[in-house]
């Protein structure tokens, strides 16, 4: 299985190191006989290469079984025609990763803001106000007529959206059975109004499944007030992205924040933060947000392949990440705790390795 590790940005080569040691330790452990490779994305490949995400790399990245994207730093990268693409928009949309699975769930011992919460949220990944390049004509979903009039336009279709309407639908048969569809479709009745029939038509293909569907401005208040309610939130590009950022700090912070986005043919963990220049090089930041997307993709990687070790490596990564952010001593400043970046990795892959 090979696998592509993309370092990025900010505290990326950090938690992209944490990242890797545990991959290594479960690659020895599990057998699981993956190659693994790094190409340069970000700054990095800017100075090399004069552009933030090379072609080739697409290609290295639509070739490989998984791929690792460390955070980017998105908002200080150069225009476009000086090579800042953003990396992590051209490998979802390059190689059509039309999902982006977001769970968000308190856990025992470690510090939350609600007690209790277990939820996924299902993000489209590839259209809404982020289409971008996907914009027929290949020209940007941004335009300003006049220099004091900008638009923006939000493109949804019923292919996409019935796409990651059946991704959440069949996550929601392995979890509780309820789907909530988050939309606006009070004032966006043309675009919502479309993306709330396809998930309904998607569910009828999913009987037992319970679905119904709330305005994203009230699901804010309902998440602060009552998250225990969700189980999978379905929802378009935009709402997921924000949301997901309430539902990450609501189960403990963003350096819990796990993600996947994967496709047909591609998976690729991705924490749900960014590059997060204010700590980066000072071995604080939460590796976890990285080293439990790996979990998602190995799991990702387990059904696709049907490999039942990438499943038993990543039930036992979870396990040790669980029992390290439970102990004050090994887990990271933003947790309240006095380990860093590397000692927390060290912790997981030690506890892999005793086999606790
Ligand atoms: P970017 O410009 O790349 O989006 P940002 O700092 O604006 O970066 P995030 O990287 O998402 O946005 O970070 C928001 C806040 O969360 C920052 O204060 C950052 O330090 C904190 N943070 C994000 N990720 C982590 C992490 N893995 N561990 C600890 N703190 C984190």
Redesign the pocket.
Known sequence: MDIIILEGD??GPE?VAATRLCLDALNKRHELGAVIRDEDIGFKSLKVRGTTLADEVVEEARKADGIILG?V???DYPPRDKGGINPSAGLRLGLDLYANMRPSYVRPGVPSLVPAMDLLIARENTEGFYADRNMVGGTSSELMPTPDVALAMRKITRHNSERIARAGFQAAMTRRKKVTIVHKGNVMKKTDGLFIEACRDVGKDFPEVAVNDVIVDAMTSHLVRDASRYDVIVTTNMFGDILSNLASELAGG??LAESLNHGDHNGMAQ?S???????AGRNI??PT?LILSMAMLLDWLATRHGRQNYREAADELRAAVQLRLADPASR?P?LGGTGSTESFARDVVETIQSGR
């Open positions: 900010g505290i938690i955070p730093s998105t908002a963003l350096g924490a933060h960014g590059s997060a220049p204010d700590i930041a939460n947000s990271t933003d």
